[in-house]
């Protein structure tokens, strides 16, 4: 059973960073692509960052030049640095593993970039 546990969100303000990460278990984790998505209040959840099997990455507009998506196969482990925050970049943020045509979500974390 795919589980996915994210954390590392919380309070920052703007201009701040945080990081945050994402434990995978029950899978081969070296082998899929796994996403972060986010979802702010009141808004439908949209893809921010991706890193493929081979560590090749890509990103959402909105978020180039201040994310960076990382992976730890060793560790089984997914990251997301975030610098220069910005108040729309409070939302739930979650990663998402691709695995055999199916997506996996996690319980998500809570970023709020507030002064």
């Known amino acids: 059973q795919v589980q996915l546990v994210e954390s590392g969100g919380g309070l920052v303000q703007p201009g701040g960073s945080l990081r945050l990460s994402c434990a995978v278990s029950?899978?081969?984790?070296?082998?899929?692509?796994v996403d972060w998505y986010r979802q702010a209040p009141e808004k439908q959840r949209e893809w921010v960052a991706t890193?493929?099997?081979?560590?090749?990455?890509s990103y959402a507009d909105s978020v180039k030049a201040r994310f960076t998506i990382t992976r730890d196969d060793a560790k089984t482990t997914l990251y997301l640095q975030m610098s220069s925050l910005k108040p729309d970049d409070t939302a739930v943020y979650y990663c998402?593993?691709?695995?055999?045509?199916?997506?996996?979500w996690g319980q998500g974390t809570q970023v709020t970039v507030s002064s």
């Open positions: 029950g899978t081969v984790f070296n082998r899929w692509t």
């Open positions: 890193i493929t099997a081979d560590h090749s990455t």
């Open positions: 998402s593993p691709l695995i055999l045509g199916r997506r996996y």
